[in-house]
């Protein structure tokens, strides 16, 4: 079975400053991991992904994410937060096997004030 | 192209009665994923298609949840009948291969009453 923690609810950070928002996952076999941004009355939009090869991946809008097998972590960063970063953001996880579908943490809210 | 397309964007219906949503996948896309949001159990994956074909309907809460997806470019969600907790946002994704992001339609805002 493959599952996925965000251990917080809530982030909240100045703008300008670095932001972290965590995520831990369990999986079989190899993971696929990714991050999804929700803005309010909007669907799910891709922001990164890690499938193979380098620990650190840069994504969208400046974001990037470390995996780290050991910890079975892929946190996701920017150095710099701004005011439009606020939303809700998820980790994913599937197994490199077909025919499996991501499964989502609960997400996580990030709140960057001016 | 014009993304994942769902319909409609809002649903209100009285208890009992039928609903089906629908959705359009991105064209090339060979899966198909239904998945249900509320503020209580955030996103669950409810049913998902490969190829039309469903491989795994674990989490369709009950037999009053379906799923059909007739042909690449269209896929149905019905509830019948219709009950007060159902009530959420229900959002459709396609992607294309095992290692490929999904792209989210912008979710069907169902409201049972």
């Known amino acids: 079975a493959q599952s996925v923690a965000q251990p917080e609810d809530q982030v909240n950070v100045a703008e300008g400053n670095p932001l972290t928002v965590k995520c831990t996952y369990s999986?079989?076999?190899?993971?696929?991991l990714f991050w999804y941004v929700q803005y309010p009355n909007r669907g799910l939009q891709f922001l990164l992904k890690?499938?193979?090869?380098?620990?650190l991946v840069k994504g969208s809008y400046g974001f990037e994410a470390e995996f780290n097998k050991s910890q079975t972590s892929f946190h996701l960063k920017k150095p710099s937060a701004l005011v439009s970063d606020s939303a809700l953001y998820f980790c994913?996880?599937?197994?490199?096997?077909?025919?499996?579908?991501?499964?989502f943490g609960k997400g996580t809210t990030l709140s960057v004030s001016s | 192209d014009a993304g994942v397309i769902q319909s409609p964007r809002h649903e209100v219906t009285e208890m009992g009665q039928e609903v089906t949503l629908r959705c359009k996948p991105i064209?090339?896309?060979?899966?198909l994923f239904w998945y249900r949001q509320t503020m209580m159990r955030g996103l669950e994956l409810l049913i998902y298609?490969?190829?039309?074909?469903?491989?795994?309907d674990s989490g369709m809460p009950e037999d009053r949840f379906s799923a059909k997806m007739p042909n690449a470019s269209f896929s149905t969600l019905k509830i019948q009948p219709s009950e007060p907790r159902d009530s959420a946002v229900y959002f459709c994704?396609?992607?294309?291969?095992?290692?490929?992001?999904?792209?989210f339609g912008s979710g069907t805002r169902l409201t049972v009453v």
């Open positions: 999986v079989s076999g190899n993971p696929y």
């Open positions: 890690y499938i193979t090869g380098d620990n």
């Open positions: 994704a396609s992607s294309a291969g095992t290692g490929g992001g999904y792209t």
């Open positions: 064209s090339g896309h060979n899966s």
């Open positions: 298609f490969n190829n039309n074909v469903p491989i795994d």
């Open positions: 994913a996880v599937k197994t490199n096997q077909a025919g499996t579908a991501l499964i």
